[in-house]
């Protein structure tokens, strides 16, 4: 394995090879950085562009796209506290309140350097599991996902901040709004209106930008009508040279969190179909567990940025070990990568990697050539980055509005979406100003969606027969912590 | 101290009770409403062999809003007996909510109408103008140029028309 | 830039069906018949970036554009299984401008089915590109080689079950079981990569699959085509068409809004049979993607649109 790995290193080292790696990483940061925007819309408008391009570089450059997709989106969060994504909006819960107190930059540091630490864990975990990964995987039916997904609502109710009431509401809303749309199961129209657009359900892309960044930047927009521009802007803006520095061996000091972000991202990321946002939510809930201070997160914890980071850059790599294992994709954007391997050639699947082997290796090897490239061109966007901090916010936010309605606009190129994110702007500006986290109305509709379908799916399957439970390992695992969770939350009250 | 500036999500402090309150039956109404005439009128109630119905999500979710709707104003109200009034006010969002929606409503008809550039230039200049800005050259400059830049490159790049 | 294109196309449809709506008035003829094309054409593809559809679209749009002599705008307007896209090519002004590139499926399921603003006789069909490779399939160990042996294996007991990927893959299945007397359950799944992984660990019996288990020879075999005919992988495999006499819509097409004037549509069904021999083209459809390049005109399509119609209604009377 290592000689192909050294073999790989070869065919991957050329200048073309690493200008098309800086390119795809440069491309995806700056796509990612635009709220609305991430690795999966970066991937599906830059996979044409590589049709005539050779087979390696192409892959090379669209896996340099994904990785700096998904760093890309904590700039905007950090700064501004608009995440145009749900896994963002984990970054800005800590990143936000550190710019504030005017170490924006040091709070990106952080990012990037947990984005590339989890990025190479699941990296290694991809070249050294790919193959043997295939037999677990194929365990994981149904029923064990509605297991996994009751034991994330279980860890991340504990994310409802300061008033669980108010969490547990948000989450409940979001699952009924996740309801809306064509029926999982039996395809009946469900509270749709007779409008077409919403057979598919409410646009998630639409909601998360609307009531996670757009309804921050209004929020922020009214706060500096009503006072203008405070002490505390000022001091952000500055910035002090000092506190933004981050020395290694302050970032190694979270190497617990780091590995258990990273492993917990692989994690997720080798199972298909649950996703970015997941990871960075359970990783930020398992971190705030763990801590001996639960309560400094949220307020400019650096472990929560490191935590967010590391798990959801993990997913990256790890997403495609189900790729190459199965031929099956871990999420959209892995789907995406599938159908630039298949243009090129390559037909993704069990046979991969006798098939393909020297271009896999090759592929490996751009994926760590990648992570050393992410990281230098990262650290040059930072300085970029901290000069928009300097800006007044009053400058700066009205232009984010005008990105967010672009950003919903191009992936669908609908109207519709864009009238789903400016109403849910309003429902996130409401719901911030009345204690309510929007945070947990997004994650309830993300999961709502997805635990009825595995739900439905393994009631039909086992002819709603409870006892399936038994025969799953899996399963059982996954209920066991489920209630091991929910007892120690009742225990400390 | 805006809860924007606290950072963090929802801020530090909790809302007063009678927000609380305000909030905790709105949601109930809602939640009756979704329960009692939305789910039934536009859901298949009916139940396949092995299956829950397509309502029973609907159904529970809003169920459980509706729950913990009550709680919210039993919480609140017990709050508010037992003389507490700290935290924040809420009641300052709804003139918030009618800019908001009123912006908003613009915005599309805007885009619908006169198009993406001469919206976006408004867009631009309205709120920074409600944010205190008064450099009139800086907020001619951004208003006309940022939508150029934005329109011309998702042509360029996305091959996208924004309307 | 062609802004003021999708305004004036925007505005042309709201016009179009306030006519519409008041006086049931049709749409005037076009002014320029015979400049056809005057401007970039519109390909609207009612499904998401990335996909096979939208890729195989990308690259046709380029060779098509080539031979029209006016570049192609590829749209993507995914939603409802085609049927975002669809409403909105169905409404647009009929002059060739704005046309669509999608499965049959997303034409003639939704209005049989469904509350949508486009019926049969929306669109004008100009020329199909390709043929989706549906199938039933089950794993390669499975203890039956083809459909009937499927069948018999139903009928010694215990319902099986199988994973489909849209009501419309459903209702097909349902329909053989009802036909045939079998108990099979329905498990929906999200698409192929949902389907595999059920179908490779035994969570299901079989599945239908649109055309992915061609990346899995050795691991699944076919039972049956989906399609009215057989499929080009698998040759000696008898279609349900053969032996129900319905067929799962299985064409990929070149629709324009009905209404189109005659001459518009005869160029426009030229230059699509020229830019389907572009080699670019052929090379990523029957290489890479796997799927047969299948050139039809516009007459003999709408001959065999009607045959599928008339097989999927029987299948929507029975089962729906």
Known sequence: ????????????????????????????????????????????????????????????????????GTSGGAVPAILLNAPGTPEAAATALDGHPLARKGQAEKAMKFALFSSVTGDTFSDIVLILVAAPFAVVALQFGPLEFTAVLLFAFALLSGLAGSSPLKGLTAIFLGVFLSTIGLDPIDSTTRMTFGQVQLFDGLPLAAIAIGALALASVTEQLFGLWREGETATDRAAARGDRAANRLPFRTFFGYRKTLLRSAFLGSVVGMLPGLGVSLAAFLSYGAARRASSDPDSFGRGNPEGIVATEAANSAVVGANLVPTIALGIPGNIAAALLIGAFMIHGVVPGPFMMTMHGELIYALFASMLIANVVHLAIGTVGIRLWAHVARVPRGVILPLVIVLCIAGVYLPTQSMFDIGVMLAFAGVGLVMRRTGFSVVCLVIGFLLGGMFETSLRQALLLYKSNMTAVLQSPIALIFLALTLFILVRAFRRG | MTPADAGGETGPAGTTPATDIAAGVLLAILALAALFWIVPAHTETAVGDYDVSPAFFPRLGAGLVLVLAFTLVATGTRRHLAGHRDGRPGRRVLAELLIWSAAATATVIGLQVIGFIATSALVIAGWMLLAGERRWLLIGAAAVAFPLVVDTAAWVFFTVDLP | ???????????????????????????????????????????????????????????????????????????????????????????????????????????????????????LNSFIYVAQITEYQQAIVAKADAPYDTLAGLIAHSKQGGGLNYADQSAMSRAYIDFIAAKEGVEWTGIPTKGGGEMVPFLLGGKVDFAWSGGIHNRY??????????????????????????????????????????????????????AIETATRDADFADLVENKLKFPVKFVGATALQADIDQTVTGLRKVVEQTQ
């Open chain 1, 1 to 68: 394995m290592l000689e192909q790995l050294l073999t790989g290193f070869d065919a991957a080292l050329t200048f073309g090879n690493l200008a098309f790696i800086a390119a795809g990483v440069a491309l995806g940061i700056v796509i990612g950085v635009i709220p609305g925007l991430g690795s999966v819309t970066a991937l599906a408008v830059l996979v044409p562009v590589t049709f005539y391009m050779q087979p390696l570089a192409a892959i090379a450059f669209l896996v340099g796209v994904n990785k700096g």
């Open chain 3, 217 to 270: 020879a050795g691991k699944m075999k076919v039972l049956a085509s989906m399609n009215s005919g057989r499929l080009i992988a698998s040759p000696d495999t008898p279609s349900i068409g053969e032996t129900y006499g319905i067929a799962m819509p299985s064409q990929a097409v070149i629709v324009a809004p009905a209404g189109t004037p005659r001459d518009v549509v005869d160029t426009l069904q030229a």
């Open chain 3, 1 to 119: 830039m062609s802004h003021s294109t999708t305004r004036r196309g925007l505005l042309a449809g709201l016009a179009l069906t306030v006519a519409a709506a008041t006086a049931g008035l049709t749409a005037s003829e076009p002014a320029f018949a015979g400049a056809y094309p005057a401007k970039p054409v519109t390909l609207v593809v009612p499904y998401r970036a990335g996909g096979s559809t939208e890729t195989m679209a990308r690259v046709f749009a380029k060779a098509l554009g080539a031979e029209l002599g006016q570049p192609i705008v590829v749209r993507t307007r995914p939603g409802a299984g085609g049927a975002v896209g669809a409403t909105e090519v169905a409404a647009a002004a009929p002059d060739g401008h704005t046309i669509l590139f999608a499965a049959t499926a997303s034409l003639l399921w939704p209005p049989l089915t469904q509350k949508v603003e486009y019926d």
